[in-house]
């Protein structure tokens, strides 16, 4: 029984293992429960009387020896695993990772955002998936308006009053529903239209809406805004003219031109040699809008005004085609990393 004892006690101090796992093996095989070394102390009842001193201590021996060697095997495992973590990763490509950055979209968004936030405009949020009270009646534009048409919509087949929303004006009038005027929102959004996809035109595009409703707002009030967002967005030598329009929602109603920045209003292809380029419309919001939206037309008044991002962007960059902005080439998006 002795012998056997030296024996373990010798495959132990010569034991090696590479992994944890083979660790925790040799401690369950020596220390477990029904380990070697519980063996042995069930057997030394048995032991004559005379040796039970010796075999006592080459018990603890083995007891000893084996619990430091899985400690000592432990910690030099662990110890190295932390040395492999904290160094070189020998699967790691050795090309440099290289970072990415914002999409040119989310660049003039962001930058359009900034300019009314210190106006004090929040920005309101909605639903791409709309309802026709929200995208058209309650904006003035009920079943068979003309107006209508303007807009190529995408209907939900199995339920025509479901549809993509064609403008971010749906957005407003859901605020409107839920806020108390005074009202000062920014929405920015994707919206879609049915149109043929080309170099000036997309089916997906973004917009960003304004509403400002309060007590005695005026035309001037909106001209007065623009011109604070032109010059803050263009450069303080932008200038802008008004031209009027129609839309169903606002009345009286505008487009929007600012001077050309590209040729300094002397005439070029961006401007069509005009020196003036259109950015955005607007106009006053129509009382029957804000009564629809359940707000007092003769005590409150405000303004709207709506832009396409892909067309300041595509004005800021000077970029020709609004396809670029869809296809993630690469070598498009690439060039916009410090911007």
């Not at 021996?61 to 899985?70: M, W």
């Not at 050795?94 to 106006?119: C, D, Q, T, W, Y």
């Not at 003309?146 to 199995?158: K, L, S, V, W």
């Amino acid at each position: 029984m002795l012998n056997k004892i030296k024996e373990h006690i010798l495959l132990v101090e010569n034991f090696e293992a590479k992994s944890l796992e083979l660790v925790e093996k040799f401690r369950i095989d020596y220390l477990g429960k029904k380990g070697v070394l519980n063996d042995f102390f069930a057997a030394f009842k048995e032991v004559p009387n005379t040796e039970k001193k010796e075999f006592g201590q080459f018990v603890n021996e083995l007891k000893n020896k084996a619990q430091e060697k899985v400690n000592q095997l432990k910690e030099n495992l662990e110890q190295s695993q932390e040395n492999v973590g904290s160094g070189l990763d020998l699967t790691m490509s050795a090309e440099s990772m290289r970072l990415g950055s914002r999409h040119p979209l989310s660049i003039v968004k962001n930058e359009i955002v900034e300019i009314f936030a210190r106006l004090g405009f929040t920005i309101s949020e909605g639903p791409e998936i709309e309802d026709d009270w929200h995208n058209f009646s309650a904006l003035n534009l009920p079943e068979e308006h003309p107006a209508r048409d303007m807009q190529d919509t995408f209907f939900i087949q199995t339920n025509p009053d479901v549809l993509l929303r064609t403008h971010t004006s749906s957005v407003q009038v859901r605020y409107m529903e839920k806020n108390p005027a005074p009202i000062r929102t920014l929405s920015p959004g994707r919206v879609f239209r049915n149109e043929a996809i080309s170099a000036r035109a997309h089916c997906i595009f973004h917009q960003i809406e304004g509403l400002y409703i309060d007590e005695n707002v005026s035309f001037a009030d909106l001209k007065q805004t623009l011109l604070h967002f032109a010059q803050e967005f263009f450069g303080k030598e932008t200038e802008i003219r008004l031209r009027p329009s129609y839309f169903p929602f606002t009345e009286p109603s505008a487009e929007v031109d600012i001077s050309c920045n590209i040729c300094k209003s002397k005439g070029c292809n961006i401007c069509k040699y005009t020196g003036w380029v259109e950015i955005l419309g607007c106009g006053m919001v129509d009382p029957n809008v804000l009564e629809n939206c359940g707000i007092d037309s003769k005590k409150y008044s405000g303004f709207a005004f709506g832009m396409g991002i892909e067309r300041i962007t595509m004005l800021k960059y000077q970029i020709k085609d609004l396809r670029l902005f869809f296809e993630n080439d690469i070598r498009f998006l690439e060039q916009f990393t410090n911007a």
